[in-house]
């Protein structure tokens, strides 16, 4: 004979079992449900775009940015509309300038599934930089910040469910000059603009909570570190300068990209 206890645990076993499927099954469910659907707009210059690419389509940062999204946990559906236009500055995204800004909305609007969270990951910088050339151009710090700032509020008072998410401009080499001049003046100049993103954040951290995030911040030095591996050698007035990413090197930086996203939304 068998103890009580024994034949009434053996008799809950079946029970248990459905139970904890039952359980896992709910986790299973309720973690479907829990998946973020993303739309995102990526503003920015050549680099976004994905100037000199063979398949800027395919290989330009923005599409290995989702790309990389895709596959991690937490996030659903990812669409994205890259935005970028070669030679522009933040005064061309300026609403008031009207040359970026309405098909920057347009984008916005136009994604298939509205619930998803509407993010603008913003990269800009280089050509504001530079000594000439680029519209506006040079753009000191203090009119960046103020460019930004204007850009962003404009954007979150279109979209109030939106994230904004400041990617900091990468490294060029010191002897860039194509149909603009940008230099070591430039170099230096763009290395001002980090610090006032990290100040908008901050202010907006206060102002919007949880609306407005600094992105990447480690792509500058990967590129300066490794410019001769990642990115493309091009002829100047002053010699072979570099500038764009390679095919190798826009899938790093849409990595970078996709990371600092990933971190700022999950």
């Known amino acids: 004979m068998y103890p009580i206890g024994y034949i009434v645990a053996v008799k809950m076993i079946p029970n248990l079992y459905l139970f904890a499927c039952l359980i896992l099954s709910m986790g299973g469910s309720y973690a479907q449900q829990q998946k973020k659907d993303l739309n995102i707009v990526f503003i920015g210059n050549s680099i976004t775009f994905g100037g000199g690419l063979a398949d800027r389509g395919k290989d330009a940062p923005p599409n290995q940015a989702c790309a990389w999204l895709s596959n991690q946990d937490g996030v659903g559906e990812v669409r994205f509309s890259n935005q970028g236009v070669s030679g522009h500055t933040s005064v061309d995204v300026l609403p008031q300038t009207g040359t970026d800004f309405p098909r920057i909305l347009k984008a916005a609007k136009s994604f298939a599934n509205p619930n998803a969270l509407l993010v603008f990951s913003i990269k800009l910088g280089t050509n504001d930089s530079a000594v000439k050339g680029p519209k506006g151009a040079p753009v000191s710090k203090d009119d960046y910040y103020h460019n930004l700032k204007t850009i962003t509020d404009s954007l979150m008072s279109a979209f109030p469910a939106c994230k904004i998410i400041y990617q900091q401009p990468i490294w060029y080499?010191?002897?860039?000059?194509?149909?603009?001049?940008?230099?070591?003046?430039?170099?230096?100049?763009?290395?001002?603009?980090?610090?006032?993103?990290?100040?908008?954040?901050?202010?907006?951290?206060?102002?919007?909570?949880?609306?407005?995030?600094?992105g990447d911040v480690r792509a500058f030095k990967f590129f300066k570190k490794h410019y001769q591996q990642y990115l493309s050698p091009e002829e100047g007035k002053y010699g072979t300068f570099y500038l764009h990413p390679n095919k190798e090197g826009a899938h790093l930086l849409g990595d970078f990209w996709g990371k600092a996203i990933y971190k700022a939304l999950f």
């Open 173 to 214: 080499s010191p002897n860039t000059h194509n149909r603009s001049t940008y230099m070591q003046e430039g170099l230096s100049r763009l290395q001002t603009y980090g610090p006032q993103l990290q100040k908008l954040v901050k202010m907006y951290q206060k102002s919007h909570p949880d609306r407005v995030f600094m």
